[in-house]
């Protein structure tokens, strides 16, 4: 099994900004697409940005030049930058990695448990 583990989410006032991480772990054989994704209340799950081992990069248009997002493929981390945050940026931000698993021999997506970003003054 592949794990997850987001970190970096928090409280922050409009205007600030956070950097969210994400580390897989376990049988991992090799990590292909990893990525971030949003929840917030009452709406629908979304694209915030996605990145490939090769490095391509897609963002949701509504993050666009506000958010940047970054991989180490050594450690199997996604990093996440939010600039100038909005009280509308707030949400669980769930990190999602693509991955071929080494003892199953099978590739899925996996999801992590979620990080809070609340923005509020």
């Known amino acids: 099994q592949v794990q997850l583990v987001e970190s970096g989410g928090g409280l922050v006032q409009p205007g600030g900004s956070l950097r969210l991480s994400c580390t897989a772990s376990?049988?991992?054989?090799?990590?292909?697409?990893m990525g971030w994704y949003r929840q917030a209340p009452g709406k629908q799950r979304e694209l915030v940005a996605t990145?490939?081992?090769?490095?391509?990069?897609n963002y949701a248009d509504s993050v666009k030049e506000q958010f940047t997002i970054s991989r180490d493929n050594a450690k199997n981390t996604v990093y996440l930058q939010m600039n100038s945050l909005r009280p509308e940026d707030t949400a669980v931000y769930l990190c999602?990695?693509?991955?071929?698993?080494?003892?199953?021999?099978?590739?899925?997506?996996?999801w992590g448990q979620g990080t809070q970003v609340t923005v509020s003054s």
């Open positions: 376990g049988s991992i054989f090799t990590i292909y697409t």
């Open positions: 999602n990695a693509n991955a071929l698993d080494s003892r199953l021999l099978t590739r899925r997506d996996y």
């Open positions: 990145i490939t081992r090769g490095g391509t990069i």
